[in-house]
């Protein structure tokens, strides 16, 4: 079975960028979808975006559209998430998840991915 593994996270002020990195631990990501979830104190977990086995394509939450974006290396099992002009309301900890099997393209709903990682801090100061 894969397991996500996150990194990159870290402290940035507004404006900043960031990129974070999923790598895939003892397996590969073939044939799963994978997705970016974060998570607030005190918040539920919420969907980010996500990119698709095979095609590539990319989802992406309306809060975060235009800013991230999800890229993916499929020789190296990697998945990345660039987050540009970053906001303090998108601090919170990432996840990375892996999907087998998306029921409807419903990327948004956590409850569709097999398998998380153990979640990266991102901190925005203002």
């Known amino acids: 079975q894969v397991r996500p593994v996150e990194s990159g996270g870290g402290l940035v002020q507004a404006g900043g960028s960031l990129r974070l990195s999923c790598a895939a631990s003892?397996?590969?990501?073939?044939?799963?979808?994978i997705s970016w979830f974060r998570q607030a104190p005190g918040k539920e977990r919420e969907f980010v975006g996500a990119?698709?086995?095979?095609?590539?394509?990319?989802y992406y939450a309306d809060s975060v559209k235009g800013r991230f974006t999800i890229s993916k290396d499929n020789a190296k099992n990697m998945v990345y998430l660039q987050m540009n002009s970053l906001k303090p309301e998108d601090t919170a900890v990432y996840y990375c998840?892996?999907?087998?099997?998306?029921?409807?393209?419903?990327?948004?709903?956590?409850?569709?991915?097999?398998?998380w990682g153990q979640g990266t801090q991102v901190t925005v100061s203002s």
């Open positions: 990119t698709t086995w095979g095609a590539g394509l990319t």
């Open positions: 003892g397996g590969t990501f073939n044939y799963y979808a």
């Open positions: 998840a892996a999907g087998r099997s998306i029921g409807g393209n419903r990327y948004w709903l956590p409850g569709q991915y097999d398998y």
